[in-house]
């Protein structure tokens, strides 16, 4: 029985590392100077997502973030009942070197529906825009890892 397993063993190891399989190979901890306008909420939240005694590798400019809000539909006193959400922020990337490596607006949408009270309509807005801004951040985040892999 224990011939069987080692075999089985060997024939498994040899196959995942016959189709590439490995673990990655650079780890290392993400850091970037961030410059951007004035009491930017965007850059305030990506901030906090770095490592701060990593050595910079990237510089990241931030332009002024872009909220839309949408009526989608109406009840019949006349109040909106659901909106569009989307946020759109203005991202470039450079190097140590100062070469551009990105340069993009990076976008979300969201869609509300079944409001009800005028408070609860804009404390459920405001949420809706942060769970937007924390998506363009792990979008953000991945491409970056990306880009300090190499």
Do not use: W
Request: contains cysteine; hydrophobic residues 35%; glycine residues 2%.
């Amino acid at each position: 029985m224990s011939k069987i397993n080692l075999i089985s063993i060997i024939l498994i190891t040899s196959l995942l590392s016959a189709c590439g399989f490995h673990t990655p190979v650079k780890n290392t901890p993400l850091n970037a100077s961030i410059t951007s306008t004035d009491n930017n909420a965007f850059a305030v939240e990506l901030k906090k997502r770095f490592n701060a005694e990593a050595t910079q590798s990237l510089a990241i400019q931030i332009g002024a973030e872009v909220q839309k809000k949408q009526t989608s539909s109406y009840t019949s006193a006349g109040k909106s009942n659901s909106y569009t959400l989307s946020i759109s922020v203005p991202v470039k990337i450079f190097n140590n070197s100062k070469k551009l490596l990105l340069s993009q607006d990076l976008t979300a949408n969201m869609h509300l529906s079944k409001m009800s009270a005028t408070q609860a309509d804009r404390l459920q807005i405001e949420e809706g825009y942060t769970q937007l801004r924390n998506t363009i951040i792990k979008k953000l985040l991945r491409r970056l890892n990306r880009l300090n892999e190499n």
